[in-house]
């Protein structure tokens, strides 16, 4: 079974400073790993993805998280916050549908707060 | 190229009333899939399709939700007779591949409903 718990339902940072949003996983099976952003009234847009090459992943708009299997974790990350990047972030990991076929499993989701 | 195309973008009906929401996916997707997004909540698969055949339906209320994927293109989901608990954001995504787990999904906007 696969799962996804997202550390936070709420994250608030000033301008300028650095975005951590938290994601660890929980999966029976290889883990692949989503990172999606949601803008009100908007659907999801993807940020970035793990597929098993480099740990380190780069995403648009400046993202980038690291997988850490010892930790189980796919932590976002963005140096620096722009009053643009607010929105609610969703973590999700690829599990298996009952036809063995590729389905995510998203977290409850963490709302960014941007502050001027 | 054109995205994931939904609608309505918004319903409101009364118990016990019927509705359906229509999705177009990216030309040349085979798979499409339907989620459910509580307030406050992840999306939540409710159905997947691969070209006009279902691959998974576990999450499905089949009691009052039906889907189907006609010709292997659009779709239609419906809820008869709707209740208070399926007021929520319905969410139609489609991706290249119908079995790869590392696959992109592509979400459209979304049709919020609200059950009064």
């Known amino acids: 079974a696969q799962s996804v718990t997202q550390l936070g339902s709420h994250v608030s940072v000033s301008e300028g400073a650095l975005v951590l949003l938290r994601c660890n996983y929980s999966?029976?099976?290889?883990?692949?790993l989503f990172w999606y952003v949601q803008y009100p009234n908007q659907g999801l847009q993807l940020l970035l993805k793990y597929t098993s090459a480099a740990t380190l992943v780069k995403g648009i708009n400046g993202f980038e998280a690291e997988f850490k299997k010892s930790e189980t974790s796919f932590h976002l990350t963005k140096p620096s916050a722009h009053m643009s990047d607010a929105a609610e972030y969703f973590c999700a990991v690829s599990g298996l549908g009952s036809s063995n076929t590729g389905k995510l499993i998203f977290g409850q989701g963490t709302t960014l707060q941007v502050k001027p | 190229e054109a995205g994931v195309a939904q609608s309505p973008r918004y319903k409101i009906i009364e118990k016990r009333q019927s509705v359906a929401f229509w999705c177009n996916p990216i030309?040349?997707?085979?798979?499409l899939y339907w989620y459910q997004q509580i307030l406050g909540q992840g999306p939540k698969l409710l159905i997947q399709f691969q070209n006009n055949g279902v691959v998974d339906d576990s999450q499905l209320p089949k009691d009052r939700f039906s889907a189907e994927r006609l010709k292997g293109v659009d779709s239609t989901l419906k809820i008869q007779p709707a209740k208070l608990e399926d007021s929520a954001v319905y969410l139609c995504?489609?991706?290249?591949?119908?079995?790869?787990?590392?696959?992109?999904?592509?979400f459209g906007p979304g049709t919020r409903l609200t059950v009064l």
């Open positions: 995504a489609s991706s290249l591949v119908a079995t790869a787990r590392t696959d992109t999904q592509y």
């Open positions: 030309s040349g997707h085979a798979t």
């Open positions: 999966s029976s099976v290889p883990p692949y």
